[in-house]
C-alpha cells in the first residue's frame, strides 16, 4: 500500500513540476504506449481495455493539437492535420476493432515521437 502511496506521489510530483517541453515528450511516449496496449488488447479480445487505451491515446492527440501555436506557419499546419488524421483512425481502430488500422497508425504514432523526441535533442544543443 505504502509503495503504491509513494509511486503516484512520485507521479503526480514528476507531472507537477516537469518543463512544458518535458511534458510533452511525457505525452507523445505515452500515446506509443497507449496505443500498443490497445492493439495487444484486441489481439487478446479485451474491449475495455482496447478501448480505454485508445480513448486515451485519442485524448493525447487532441491534447497536442489544442497545445500546437497555429502562428508557426505551415509545419504547425501539417503537424495539426497529421494529428487529426491520427485521431479519426484512432476512432475508426476503435469502432471496428481493427489490428490491421492500429498496425498502420502505430507507425505514425511513433514517428510523432521520434519528431518532438529529436526536437527536444536539437533544442537542448543550441541552448
Known sequence: ?????????????????ASKEH????????????????????VDKD???CHENIIKTQNI???LMISLDQN??????????????IKEKLVEANIKKDIKI?????????EV????HEADKVLKEHR
Open 47 to 49: 474491449i475495455k481495455k
Open 61 to 63: 492527440f487532441s491534447e
Open 72 to 85: 508557426a506557419g505551415e509545419w504547425a499546419t501539417q503537424m495539426y492535420r497529421l494529428y487529426d488524421f
Open 1 to 17: 500500500m505504502y509503495g503504491s502511496n509513494a509511486l503516484n506521489a512520485y507521479k503526480n510530483n514528476s507531472v507537477n513540476h
Open 23 to 42: 511534458l510533452l515528450l511525457m505525452l507523445v511516449d505515452g500515446a506509443v504506449r497507449f496505443a500498443k496496449v490497445s492493439r495487444q488488447a484486441m
Open 102 to 110: 492500429m498496425d498502420e497508425i502505430i507507425p505514425l504514432i511513433e
Open 113 to 116: 515521437r521520434d519528431i518532438w
